[in-house]
């Protein structure tokens, strides 16, 4: 049964930064299973953060009983969307269908493909690869007066750094999506972030020249951080949901980093937890900000929802006995690897190992032979978290741990790995 306030709850969750027509839009959603489609460019092989906001907003969507079109581009896949930072390297035709196929893994186990409002995978590929140069400008490109191209704001700022034809025509093609879309399917809203609105709203000025049909548009917003800066960012580089190109227990750190500040608005937009649970945690990080319970559960919900429960338990384990309260030994092989590459350390080769002293200075963990005596004597240095006695210990192939590390620690808080092999 369609809820009819879903709009109150995106507007809530603040993930509503423009909408065309909001009293059309929300009486469209009150009235019956609204079609609705949201696009993804393969323009790497994982999704990110920011796409994560979208296919989060997409379940809400079809959890209030509308039905989803998941669009992965495998034609615009081929261009991309115009970056204010420049062109985009062009991919080769065979790794856009590799990574179409990526992408499409990462969305489908947050939709469900059964029930009156399944879900449906579609590829504009499909509607665009046969179409000829003539009929595309003939039937789309008319209806695209240039100086409303060149007002975009993307547009205007890559005037003077350069844009080529490729990428200023990307409106065309996504716009051309909708209006496929809403003939094939009798899709009537569209949805993405922020900076693709002018991209929304051209697709809706293009239904209403070709077919005289109005049809609506959404856009969440961009989330930043409290100095303004964007999201999606670790130490390693964007915040990837592929395990593969981001481990879980990265993953799941990252979200244990969040500011105070931001606590809140992220555990509406990422979450899944009811009003009352939301503003709980929230008023426990204003009273109690060391414990850290937004931050915890933030991590735990976004972790499973994205890599499962299981990745959580082990993020969890490893992170305890990385900090001195936990088994090594307990950590599964890969979580421990990726864990000790995300915090940095060594790597040395197998056989003779060096002595313990200049594994901490080789670790980064000191800056000296004399630095890391010292914190030895004054019992700060853990070799696989047992405190070194001995400034003249010499590790052996028997101290690994995980087949092929040597976890340090000096103090409390600061580990690392050396990976011997």
Same mark, same amino acid.
């Given at each position: #049964? $369609?809820?009819?306030?879903?709009?109150?709850? +995106? =507007?809530?969750?603040?993930?509503?930064?423009?909408?065309?027509?909001?009293?059309?839009?929300?009486?469209? &959603?009150?009235?019956?299973?609204?079609?609705?489609?949201?696009?993804?460019?393969?323009?790497?092989?994982?999704?990110? #953060?920011?796409?994560?906001?979208?296919?989060?907003?997409?379940?809400?969507?079809?959890?209030?009983? !509308?039905?989803?079109?998941?669009?992965?581009?495998?034609?615009?896949?081929?261009?991309?969307?115009?970056?204010?930072?420049?062109?985009?390297?062009?991919?080769?035709?065979?790794?856009?269908?590799?990574?179409? =196929?990526?992408?499409?893994?990462?969305? =489908?186990?947050?939709?469900?493909?059964?029930?009156?409002?399944?879900?449906? #995978?579609?590829?504009?590929?499909?509607?665009?690869?046969?179409?000829?140069?003539?009929?595309?400008?003939?039937?789309?490109? %008319?209806?695209?007066?240039?100086?409303?191209?060149?007002?975009?704001?993307?547009?205007?700022?890559?005037?003077?750094?350069?844009?080529?034809?490729?990428?200023?025509?990307? /409106?065309?093609?996504?716009?051309?999506?909708?209006?496929?879309? !809403?003939?094939?399917?009798?899709?009537?809203?569209?949805?993405?972030?922020?900076?693709?609105?002018?991209?929304?709203?051209?697709?809706?000025?293009?239904?209403?020249?070709?077919?005289?049909? !109005? /049809?609506?548009?959404?856009? $969440?917003?961009?989330?930043?951080?409290?100095?303004?800066?964007?999201?999606?960012?670790? =130490?390693?580089?964007?915040?990837?949901?592929?395990?593969? #190109?981001?481990?879980?227990?990265?993953?799941?750190?990252?979200?244990?980093?969040?500011?105070?500040?931001?606590?809140?608005?992220?555990?509406?937009?990422? $979450?899944?937890?009811?009003?009352?649970?939301?503003?709980? +945690?929230?008023?426990? $990080?204003?009273?109690?900000?060391?414990?850290?319970?937004?931050? %915890?559960?933030?991590?735990?919900? @976004?972790?499973?929802?994205? !890599?499962?429960?299981?990745?959580?338990?082990?993020?969890?384990?490893?992170?305890?006995?990385?900090?001195?309260?936990?088994?090594?030994?307990?950590? %599964?092989?890969?979580?421990?690897?990726?864990?000790?590459?995300?915090?940095?350390?060594?790597?040395?080769?197998?056989?003779?190992?060096?002595?313990?002293?200049?594994?901490? /200075?080789?670790?980064?963990?000191?800056?000296?032979?004399?630095?890391?005596?010292?914190?030895?004597?004054?019992?700060?240095?853990?070799?696989?978290?047992?405190?070194?006695?001995?400034?003249?210990?010499?590790?052996?192939?028997?101290? &690994?741990?995980?087949?092929?590390?040597? /976890?340090?620690?000096?103090?409390?808080?600061?580990?690392?790995?050396?990976? @011997?092999?």
């Amino acid at each position: #049964m $369609t809820t009819p306030n879903v709009l109150d709850e +995106l =507007e809530w969750r603040g993930l509503i930064a423009h909408s065309t027509d909001r009293d059309a839009l929300r009486a469209a &959603l009150g009235e019956g299973s609204v079609r609705f489609y949201v696009g993804f460019d393969p323009t790497a092989p994982s999704l990110h #953060m920011g796409h994560l906001v979208q296919v989060l907003t997409a379940r809400r969507l079809q959890e209030a009983g !509308h039905t989803p079109y998941a669009l992965v581009g495998g034609a615009t896949g081929m261009i991309g969307d115009p970056r204010d930072s420049g062109e985009r390297t062009l991919h080769s035709s065979d790794t856009v269908r590799e990574w179409v =196929e990526r992408v499409r893994g990462q969305i =489908e186990p947050f939709l469900s493909f059964d029930g009156d409002n399944a879900a449906t #995978m579609v590829n504009n590929h499909d509607w665009t690869a046969s179409l000829s140069v003539i009929d595309f400008l003939r039937d789309i490109g %008319k209806h695209f007066p240039v100086n409303r191209m060149l007002a975009r704001d993307t547009v205007k700022r890559r005037l003077e750094s350069g844009i080529s034809y490729t990428e200023f025509s990307y /409106v065309l093609l996504q716009s051309m999506d909708y209006l496929e879309l !809403h003939r094939q399917h009798g899709i009537t809203l569209q949805f993405g972030g922020s900076d693709q609105w002018g991209n929304l709203t051209a697709g809706v000025d293009l239904i209403r020249r070709t077919d005289g049909a !109005h /049809v609506h548009a959404l856009a $969440t917003p961009l989330l930043t951080k409290s100095d303004g800066t964007k999201y999606g960012k670790t =130490e390693g580089g964007a915040l990837w949901l592929d395990p593969a #190109m981001l481990s879980p227990y990265a993953f799941h750190q990252f979200w244990l980093n969040a500011e105070d500040e931001k606590v809140g608005e992220l555990l509406r937009v990422f $979450t899944f937890l009811s009003r009352e649970e939301i503003e709980d +945690l929230e008023q426990q $990080t204003a009273d109690k900000p060391f414990l850290r319970a937004g931050q %915890k559960r933030l991590a735990d919900e @976004v972790t499973a929802l994205v !890599h499962g429960a299981d990745e959580v338990e082990q993020a969890k384990a490893a992170a305890a006995a990385l900090f001195g309260g936990g088994d090594l030994a307990g950590i %599964k092989p890969d979580t421990l690897a990726s864990a000790l590459r995300e915090a940095g350390g060594t790597t040395v080769p197998a056989g003779d190992l060096p002595g313990i002293l200049d594994l901490f /200075v080789a670790a980064g963990l000191v800056a000296s032979k004399g630095e890391a005596r010292r914190t030895v004597a004054e019992g700060g240095a853990y070799l696989n978290n047992v405190r070194v006695e001995d400034p003249e210990l010499r590790p052996t192939e028997a101290d &690994l741990v995980g087949g092929s590390w040597l /976890v340090l620690r000096r103090g409390k808080k600061r580990f690392a790995g050396v990976e @011997v092999g």
